[in-house]
């Protein structure tokens, strides 16, 4: 869907897809529905693949709680969970936004979170990486509206 409202069907080779790039966002579409090509596998197989990268995210990721998932870029060289938690960041707080106490790489709504929580939050925590660690973070998550 454009931002005009149109509803369009784009080919592979149309999206640009790259990591974590296509050109979706840059153009501000909004995707209703796909339609994707698979490979048949061993369905045993691929239970137990499911099973453990399930069970791997169960782990790491504050699953339990709302977030909008990983909230900055991996920078080049770096983890940005592991700089936000070497700056002691861990449960920072503002609102109803938290750095998510068990993967800091994630902001986590308490369910009062303000969308100016979160804001706040995000550049609270670029800023303090930034003067602490010297490393710039870039948001993986994309921003709508004003704040």
Known sequence: L???GERRMLSVEELGLGYRQSIIPEKGYIVVASTLALKKGDPAEIEARMADYQQRRRDKQPLDKASAGS????????????????????????????????????????????????????GEVRKRVLLEQHVELTPEVKLWGEF
């Open 71 to 122: 909230t900055f870029k991996r920078p080049e060289g770096y983890f940005a969970g592991k700089l936000i938690e070497d700056t002691g960041l861990r449960g920072f707080r503002h609102g109803g936004a938290q750095v998510s106490e068990k993967h800091c790489g994630f902001i986590v709504n308490d369910g009062t979170a303000r969308p100016e929580d979160i804001y706040w939050l995000i």
């Open 2 to 4: 454009t931002r005009e």
